[in-house]
């Protein structure tokens, strides 16, 4: 009877132990809990997608956080395009150059590359004719080897060729049929002042608006349809 009777005591101080552990294990994971809601609270959501945060710039003259670039082109940019691999930032420079830039696929971060002008930019790569005064809209074929600009004083679509290196070799250009003649292969009556220049995502067709409420439609290589 005893042995029996201690052996029932000994189990009853065991399973109240038990329950004591349990209990307090409870309220511990309940703290935990709360704790890991207060710090989800507090830290900082991250960032969405899309959102604007300022890295970095470049400019014609040295202008803090702005590094320069040399030459003193970009006196006013007024269309910017990115490569479709990502490498390169081009610019439609206000006065009469495209201005190049290496992009790096670390951070975004670009490094002058080169010029491509028709006037007077020094150190550009010089055309022989002035068919690109005033560049006004650039765009990037889908695959990326070709680059189009329009030049709204010379009233032109000019097309590039973009190198391995991003720089830019001049293949041809349209322009409009008045005064003065640039020698472009492709004229037309309806290219006065372009504005806008986008190609199609098969890469088959360029399309520019221009005054006269006109949108022009010509093929890659700066052919006329319709």
């Known amino acids: 009877m005893t042995s029996r009777t201690t052996l029932g005591v000994v189990g009853?101080?065991?399973?109240?132990?038990?329950?004591?552990?349990?209990?307090?294990?409870?309220?511990?994971?309940?703290?935990?809990?709360?704790?890991?809601?207060?710090?989800?609270l507090a830290a900082p959501?991250?960032?969405a997608t899309g959102d604007l945060t300022f890295?970095?710039?470049?400019?014609?003259?040295?202008?803090?956080?702005?590094?320069?670039?040399?030459?003193?082109v970009l006196e006013g940019g007024r269309d910017v395009a990115v490569s479709p691999n990502?490498?390169?930032?081009?610019?439609?420079?206000?006065?009469?150059?495209?201005?190049?830039?290496?992009?790096?696929?670390?951070?975004?971060?670009?490094?002058?590359?080169?010029?491509?002008?028709?006037?007077?930019?020094?150190?550009?790569?010089?055309l022989a004719k002035n068919i690109l005064q005033a560049p006004r809209s650039i765009a990037f074929s889908p695959d990326g080897s070709s680059l189009y600009a329009v030049a709204e004083t010379s009233d032109t679509v000019v097309r590039f060729t973009v190198g391995a290196d991003g720089t830019l070799a001049?293949?041809?250009?349209a322009e409009d049929d008045d005064l003065p003649d640039w020698g472009c292969?492709?004229?037309?009556?309806?290219?006065?002042?372009?504005?806008r220049v986008v190609v199609s995502p098969d890469g088959n067709a360029v399309y520019v608006t221009s005054d006269g409420a006109t949108l022009n439609h010509?093929?890659?290589?700066?052919?006329?349809v319709g």
């Open 12 to 40: 009853s101080l065991r399973g109240g132990r038990s329950a004591t552990t349990i209990a307090r294990m409870r309220r511990l994971g309940q703290t935990l809990v709360l704790l890991a809601g207060m710090l989800a």
């Open 45 to 47: 959501a991250p960032a």
């Open 55 to 72: 890295k970095d710039c470049v400019a014609k003259s040295v202008a803090a956080p702005c590094s320069v670039v040399p030459n003193a």
């Open 86 to 126: 990502g490498q390169f930032v081009y610019v439609a420079d206000s006065d009469d150059s495209l201005v190049g830039f290496k992009r790096s696929a670390v951070d975004g971060a670009v490094s002058y590359l080169g010029c491509v002008d028709s006037v007077d930019d020094v150190g550009c790569t010089r």
């Open 170 to 173: 001049l293949v041809g250009c």
């Open 185 to 195: 292969a492709t004229e037309v009556a309806s290219l006065d002042l372009p504005k």
């Open 218 to 224: 010509f093929t890659s290589g700066l052919v006329p």
